[in-house]
């Protein structure tokens, strides 16, 4: 049971979403082409630029389905998912079918064709949403594109998928977080189809590679054989990614029914050992706990209060970890996020603005956090 104090910061979540954020993005963050803005000012005014990323467009066509979903000028929404989902099964797309990173906003394609997992999984994670807003052109095309990842970037040799095409020298987690992401909206939207296996899979690489098995922390970086990269690199890890991964293995766990995973614990354990005070959460950390580097970002809050979500969902009744959620939608409320709609994506070790855009990217994290937060507390 969620306390009143949280269910009322649900309902400015919502207000803020529904009054500032959608309108700011549906007006000032469409550019040509039928493509939305890679950014605004601090002013909130459009920016203009030569390039967008392809996962700019996959994450605002997210953006704009929970927008239909909280009933936010639906038309509306649903015109700039379709505008969305053509570009994401279009343009964003190489002829094998795989995602590129980098499109020309003069509607001339991609700039940069390279093949990236990362990409490919958030154009996945979208045309699911769309799908499960009844939009029939998303999972025809999501399903085509899952026979390119398998055709071209399946590793059956070491397990998981090669994150880029011409493949890097180092393997990658996050990646891969967001293909389990994907997989699990792809799911929801498509029940009979193969999802959770392909799911299962990657928490199973979770636990085998990516999961040190002496701390209970999460690697970021390693060798092509899977083994974690020596040195700094691998030593610090990312808090944010700890907190994205409670998150996911809760959601995991609910959608197959299996166990709690029982490194998913200790991922948010050792998360809370890394925030201040106030409950901000910072850029990296050693696997001991000690922070490296004070810098923090708006993602890293709205993933630390989605882990709070999720250990809300697991035990109800501990007021510790609504107190945590509390505390970590004050500081994103007050310190990241801009009343017309916007966002202060990144704040120095001295905690100066060190930003002089605004990405529309940052979107996403702060729209699912806030589902969440709505979802969880029922209001």
Request: glycine letters at 8%; aromatic letters at 8%.
């Given at each position: 049971?969620?306390s009143?104090?949280l269910?009322?910061?649900?309902?400015?979540?919502?207000?803020?979403?529904?009054e500032?954020?959608?309108?700011?993005?549906?007006?000032?963050?469409?550019?040509?082409?039928g493509?939305?803005?890679?950014?605004?000012?601090?002013?909130?005014?459009?920016?203009?630029?030569?390039?967008?990323?392809?996962?700019?467009?996959?994450?605002?066509?997210?953006?704009?389905?929970?927008?239909?979903?909280?009933?936010?000028?639906?038309?509306?929404?649903?015109?700039?998912?379709?505008?969305?989902?053509h570009s994401?099964?279009?343009?964003?797309?190489?002829?094998?079918?795989?995602?590129?990173?980098i499109?020309?906003?003069?509607g001339?394609?991609?700039?940069?064709?390279?093949?990236?997992?990362y990409?490919?999984?958030?154009?996945?994670?979208?045309?699911?949403?769309?799908?499960?807003?009844?939009?029939?052109?998303?999972?025809?095309?999501?399903?085509a594109?899952?026979?390119?990842?398998?055709?071209?970037?399946?590793?059956?040799?070491?397990?998981?998928?090669?994150?880029?095409?011409?493949?890097?020298?180092?393997?990658?987690?996050n990646?891969?977080?967001?293909?389990?992401?994907?997989?699990?909206?792809?799911h929801?939207?498509?029940?009979?189809?193969?999802?959770?296996?392909?799911?299962k899979?990657?928490?199973?690489?979770?636990?085998?590679?990516?999961?040190?098995?002496e701390?209970q922390?999460?690697?970021?970086?390693f060798?092509?054989?899977?083994t974690?990269?020596?040195?700094?690199?691998?030593e610090?890890?990312e808090?944010?990614h700890?907190?994205?991964?409670?998150?996911l293995?809760?959601?995991?766990?609910?959608?197959?029914?299996?166990?709690?995973h029982?490194?998913?614990v200790?991922?948010?354990?050792?998360?809370?050992?890394?925030?201040?005070?106030?409950?901000?959460?910072?850029?990296?950390?050693?696997?001991?706990?000690?922070?490296?580097?004070?810098?923090?970002?708006?993602w890293?809050?709205?993933?630390?209060?989605?882990?709070?979500?999720?250990?809300?969902?697991?035990?109800?009744?501990?007021?510790?970890?609504?107190r945590?959620?509390?505390?970590c939608?004050?500081?994103?409320?007050?310190?990241?996020?801009?009343?017309?709609?916007?966002?202060?994506?990144?704040?120095?070790?001295?905690?100066?603005?060190?930003?002089?855009?605004?990405?529309?990217s940052?979107?996403?994290?702060?729209?699912?956090a806030?589902?969440e937060?709505?979802?969880?507390?029922?209001?």
């Amino acid at each position: 049971m969620t306390s009143s104090a949280l269910k009322r910061r649900a309902r400015e979540a919502r207000d803020w979403m529904v009054e500032s954020c959608f309108p700011l993005w549906s007006q000032e963050g469409i550019g040509t082409h039928g493509l939305f803005r890679e950014a605004l000012d601090l002013s909130h005014r459009p920016l203009d630029s030569e390039s967008t990323r392809v996962r700019v467009q996959a994450r605002q066509t997210y953006v704009f389905c929970i927008a239909h979903d909280l009933c936010w000028d639906r038309d509306r929404a649903e015109r700039l998912v379709q505008m969305g989902v053509h570009s994401l099964k279009g343009s964003c797309l190489r002829s094998d079918g795989l995602a590129g990173r980098i499109l020309a906003t003069d509607g001339s394609g991609l700039s940069d064709a390279r093949a990236d997992l990362y990409d490919t999984a958030f154009v996945l994670f979208a045309l699911a949403e769309a799908a499960q807003m009844g939009n029939e052109d998303a999972l025809p095309a999501a399903r085509a594109i899952l026979q390119s990842i398998d055709a071209m970037l399946a590793d059956a040799a070491q397990g998981g998928y090669a994150e880029m095409l011409p493949r890097g020298s180092q393997r990658l987690q996050n990646p891969h977080m967001h293909l389990l992401e994907a997989c699990h909206a792809l799911h929801r939207a498509d029940p009979d189809g193969p999802h959770l296996e392909r799911a299962k899979a990657i928490v199973s690489l979770f636990t085998e590679k990516m999961l040190d098995p002496e701390t209970q922390t999460l690697s970021e970086f390693f060798r092509p054989d899977w083994t974690v990269e020596t040195g700094e690199a691998g030593e610090i890890v990312e808090p944010g990614h700890q907190f994205e991964w409670v998150w996911l293995l809760q959601r995991h766990s609910a959608l197959t029914g299996a166990d709690l995973h029982p490194a998913l614990v200790h991922l948010y354990d050792f998360g809370l050992r890394t925030l201040d005070e106030e409950g901000r959460a910072f850029t990296s950390a050693r696997r001991d706990g000690t922070v490296t580097d004070h810098s923090r970002r708006t993602w890293m809050q709205t993933e630390a209060l989605k882990a709070h979500l999720a250990m809300i969902e697991l035990d109800g009744n501990d007021e510790e970890h609504d107190r945590h959620a509390v505390q970590c939608f004050d500081v994103l409320m007050d310190e990241f996020l801009t009343p017309q709609g916007g966002w202060i994506d990144r704040f120095d070790e001295e905690g100066h603005v060190a930003t002089e855009t605004m990405p529309a990217s940052t979107g996403y994290h702060v729209v699912l956090a806030f589902e969440e937060l709505i979802r969880v507390t029922g209001v």
